[in-house]
């Protein structure tokens, strides 16, 4: 069964430092790797995807995720984070046989100013 | 002009009440969902419909019916509401099934007293 964890419910960074919101996989077969942004009392926001190709993805908002085939990884990063950038993220994979998104349980992001 | 809209935005109601929440999306695409995310933030995927066809129906009660009169339409009836029915749906869509990002509603706030 496809699966994704998020190993951290919340991360903490101060504004302008580096982040990463860590996601690792499980799949049978390719895997379709996604990750999405939640704002309070808002839907869910795409951010980016990994299909196939190069390994960095770069996203919205000056997000990117790198996907690591051999530690299953796909993780979240930006270079300078943002007090903006302060909401729910969430990891997830497509499961290619049923067409069904599997969500990760979500990392709530903090910035700090 | 919001792409995707649900309403209503909250909806407050008791036990053993049936109650429905509508959701269009004006981005012409093919595919919508409907989501089901609970107070700790999990979200799990009920249903979905490509071009007014259902296609997942995970197990949730038979008092969950979605019903979906055209493609840019897709609403869920739920009748004999439960204590346990208290969450947030979201309604969404994306292009076509498999590796298209899903655009999300801001939720309806459903809370059964």
């Known amino acids: 069964a496809q699966s994704v964890a998020q190993p951290e419910d919340q991360v903490n960074v101060a504004e302008g430092n580096p982040l990463t919101v860590k996601c690792t996989y499980s799949?049978?077969?390719?895997?379709?790797l996604f990750w999405y942004v939640q704002y309070p009392n808002r839907g869910l926001q795409f951010l980016l995807k990994?299909?196939?190709?190069?390994?960095l993805v770069k996203g919205s908002y000056g997000f990117e995720a790198e996907f690591n085939k051999s530690q299953t990884s796909f993780h979240l990063k930006k270079p300078s984070a943002l007090v903006s950038d302060s909401a729910l993220y969430f990891c997830?994979?497509?499961?290619?046989?049923?067409?069904?998104?599997?969500f990760g349980t979500g990392t709530r992001l903090k910035v700090l100013a | 002009d919001t792409a995707v809209s649900q309403t209503p935005k909250y909806l407050v109601t008791q036990m053993g009440n049936d109650k429905s929440i509508k959701c269009e999306q004006n981005?012409?695409?093919?595919?919508m969902y409907w989501y089901k995310q609970d107070s700790k933030k999990f979200l799990k995927i009920m249903f979905s419909?490509?071009?007014?066809?259902?296609?997942i129906n995970e197990t949730v009660p038979n008092r969950f019916s979605p019903k979906s009169p055209d493609k840019a339409h897709l609403n869920l009836h739920i009748n004999s509401l439960e204590l346990g029915d208290s969450a947030v749906y979201f309604c969404?869509?994306?292009?076509?099934?498999?590796?298209?990002?899903?655009?999300f509603g801001n939720g309806t706030r459903l809370t059964v007293t």
């Open positions: 969404a869509s994306s292009q076509e099934m498999g590796v298209s990002p899903l655009h």
């Open positions: 799949v049978s077969g390719n895997p379709y």
């Open positions: 990994y299909i196939t190709g190069d390994n």
């Open positions: 997830a994979v497509l499961d290619s046989g049923t067409y069904k998104y599997i």
């Open positions: 981005l012409g695409h093919d595919t």
């Open positions: 419909y490509n071009n007014k066809e259902l296609i």
